[in-house]
């Protein structure tokens, strides 16, 4: 359990890191899944060591994934408008977008 769990910390911190540090809308839109990723090995780890009768933590797993995947459609629709109108994908020019 405790390896699984590590696994999902250093997952979840490298996404931190990712969103924290990134210039590129990609790049945090990664890190954004990597730290959905961790959230779900934590999940499943918890429940099947905690409940291993019901499915309770997969089913909260499903609907993270489903959360994520809505994420990504948003998230490169938004990539997308951006590079379309200023020939790039800094996140700099997102306050423009508002005007």
């Known amino acids: 359990m405790l390896q699984y769990l590590a696994l999902a910390a250093i997952l979840f911190a490298i996404g931190i890191f990712g969103v924290l540090t990134r210039r590129n809308a990609i790049g945090i839109l990664m890190s954004l899944e990597l730290m959905f990723n961790a959230v779900n090995i934590n999940l499943v780890t918890f429940n099947k060591f905690i409940g291993p009768d019901n499915l ?44």
């Open 56 to 99: 309770v933590g997969q089913i909260f797993a499903i609907f993270v994934i489903v959360i994520a995947a809505a994420e990504a459609v948003v998230g490169l629709a938004i990539v997308l408008l951006l590079y379309r109108n200023w020939q790039g994908i800094d996140i700099g020019n997102i306050n423009i977008m508002k005007w």
